[in-house]
């Protein structure tokens, strides 16, 4: 054998496997287990950095709070608490395990429509930052609270500010009609003028401003400018009417995630700059004081830097339509299910390999084993031709996966990883059959 017939013919391409953190994917499928949501911390840093640089640092007086409903372990909670910003929550559940990792309280805030007097409870005695209020009943509730542990505790009256923003209508916020928040009418009263003027005579409440959030998977920073500007007018009207100071608004989250990474992501700047080059126009104008800003992005800060490994299963070829049937589905990510979400993946073995067309119009559908038609993850998937046992990885499904996840049919949760610079770390295990059951009785 001659020395030549030993280099690789340049006819065959090197395979590229798929990377995440520099830990090959494939690896992670084997030692951890599929369905398998990774995470590249080095990817979620960089975004609390931009965040950081371009919103914190850029304007004065100005704060973030990570929306943890988008995706929190604990480890994500203390990350978040390293990198500096704060965290919004809207639950027992959340708040809990914030406090679990010893998360500064006076960095919480929780947010939510229909919050019990145990969540509230728990808000206050724990001391956290802000309580956004939501419907006029929780004024009594956090007063009466507050009173009974002898504190005052800062609350922000949140707004519907009457924007149909540019989003699936589930995940729009800021109408009219919207069931979050308070109407935008400032009139003598108005269910707003009435709050705040209980507010102000409490000793135990102290209202320091509005918020407002219009929606989420947002590309269009007019949809937040219009809500913001619509706020202003709201806090003009409270300053005249009633002589309310707003030291705080929060302009909530909303920032969109790109489906693949060769897709330019959305710069924070790109949303906040506009935004923050109005409320000072607008703060000229009206000759109000400029509030302290604050911004929620959820999906923004981690929806990127998560993707999902899966196993096929088998793979089922009917007239014009393929199956791909994988080791999950919509117990680990229902997205498609409830916003036909779009989803991209990757063959991990390959991420170069030819786009499989057998030129007939064929469809490839990505399903999960989970009973229902609606299972789906992809409906119409470019992929390499696959074979049972192969790995595909789901690009951009950080943001409201895990956290959405469910125990339909019974699947175990699956685990987390987070990788960087090659190394991987088991962060949440997969739920083990005995925790399946361990409360039942
Ligand atoms: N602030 C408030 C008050 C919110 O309601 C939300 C999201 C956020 C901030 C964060 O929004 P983000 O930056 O993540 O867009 N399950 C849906 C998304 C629901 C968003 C709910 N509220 C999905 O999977 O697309």
Known sequence: MNSSSLTPSSSIPT?????????????????FGTPLYVFDTGKIKARCRELRETFIDRWPNTAVRYASKAFLIKEMARLINREGLGLDVVSLGELYTALQVGFPPEDIEMNGNAKSRDEISLAVSSGVGRIIVD????????????????????????????VDAHTHAYIATGKTDSKFGFPADASEGSMLAEALKYSMRSEHLEMTGLHFHVGSQLFDPDDNVRGLAKTIELVKELKDSFGFVTRELNCGGGFGAVINPSVPPVKCASFTDPMMNLLYADCKRYDLEIPRVIIEPGRWVISEAGITLYRVENIKELPKLTYIAVNGGMADNPRYALYQAEYEAVAVKDIDAPIYDPGDGTKFSIVGKCCESGDILIDDAKLPKLSAGDVIALYNSGAYTFSMSSRYNRLQRPAVVFVENGEAKLVSKRQSLEDMIKDEI
């Open 15 to 31: 395979p590229h496997p798929l990377t995440w953190g520099g830990v090959e994917c494939q690896n992670l499928a084997d030692e």
């Open 135 to 162: 419907h006029p009943d929780e004024l009594r509730t956090i007063e009466d609270l507050a009173r009974e542990k002898g504190v005052k505790q800062k609350i922000l009256i949140r707004v519907a500010p009457g």
